[in-house]
């Protein structure tokens, strides 16, 4: 006695680009009739945009557009190509990507999370533990001298920073803060409330960057921001001076 061992049929899947280390499953034989479930798995930095193959076998898909979809296996082999393309980055990623703000701003949300980790203690002047984790980048315009002021909140706890500067972090050639502000609560306040940084945040008109970041092992936050500039009206224009010698509490001017 035998017993005759029932038709497979061969699922194919591949990916494109192939060399981005996409998780594929549902690949293998299969009886006719069989229902069969493929899913194409996420890939940090691209976005998956659908299937493709041959006409006739994409109509077996439930949704060609969905990573995860199925379809009832006719009696022939099948392929696939999930495809993917790389993720464009949000807004605030970069110096070279900043989110683009005006002042005043008013209850501004967003958060670092998906921002990513671009820039290192070293390479601000003077260096903070409190920019090693994930970072945003705003950007505004002023057009005259005022005093900056405002406040942030957290969600969460474990320490962040806001800081103003000029220039973009570099590691061979640290920006200045012009001004920063932490906390290892869930609020902060510009200019900040601890007698050691900066006190009064002078701004004079020019383009600026506003950092956001936290401190390890707190590696991203969602925060509130509001800031403020107020006009010094008839302030005659602020000496411009060289910092050296920087460090958290004193620098040389000349």
């Given at each position: 006695n035998f017993q005759v061992q029932p038709e497979t049929f061969t699922l194919t899947l591949q990916a494109d680009p192939s060399d981005i280390g996409a998780i594929l499953t549902g690949a293998g034989e299969y009886q006719e009739e069989a229902t069969v479930t493929i899913e194409a798995g996420a890939v940090t930095g691209y976005d998956f945009t659908g299937w493709t193959g041959e006409a006739d076998d994409l109509a077996l898909l439930d949704d060609a557009t969905s990573a995860t979809t199925f379809f009832t296996m006719p009696d022939r082999g099948l392929s696939f190509t999930a495809n993917y393309e790389e993720a464009e980055e949000p807004a605030g990623t970069s110096c070279e990507n900043p989110y683009l703000v005006t002042l005043p701003l008013v209850d501004f949300e967003n958060t670092t999370s998906d921002k990513g980790n671009n820039f290192q203690s070293s390479w601000i002047n003077p260096p903070s533990n409190f920019l090693n984790g994930n970072d945003m980048v705003l950007k505004f315009t002023v057009t005259e001298t005022g005093l900056l002021t405002g406040?942030?909140?957290?969600?969460?706890?474990?320490?962040?920073?806001?800081?103003?500067?000029?220039?973009?972090?570099?590691?061979?050639?640290?920006?200045?803060?012009?001004?920063?502000?932490?906390?290892?609560?869930?609020?902060?306040?510009?200019?900040?409330?601890?007698?050691?940084?900066p006190q009064e945040i002078l701004l004079i008109p020019g383009d600026y960057f506003m950092?956001?970041?936290?401190?390890?092992?707190?590696?991203?936050?969602?925060?509130?921001?509001?800031?403020?500039?107020?006009?010094?009206?008839?302030?005659?224009?602020?000496?411009?001076l060289t910092a050296s010698n920087l460090t958290q509490n004193s620098a040389d001017l000349g």
């Open positions: 406040t942030m909140t957290a969600s969460e706890s474990g320490g962040f920073i806001a800081t103003i500067m000029q220039d973009c972090p570099n590691p061979d050639n640290p920006a200045i803060m012009i001004a920063w502000s932490t906390s290892w609560g869930t609020s902060l306040t510009l200019p900040s409330s601890n007698p050691n940084q950092i956001v970041s936290t401190h390890l092992p707190l590696q991203s936050i969602d925060f509130t921001l509001n800031l403020e500039l107020e006009p010094l009206d008839g302030c005659a224009a602020p000496m411009v």
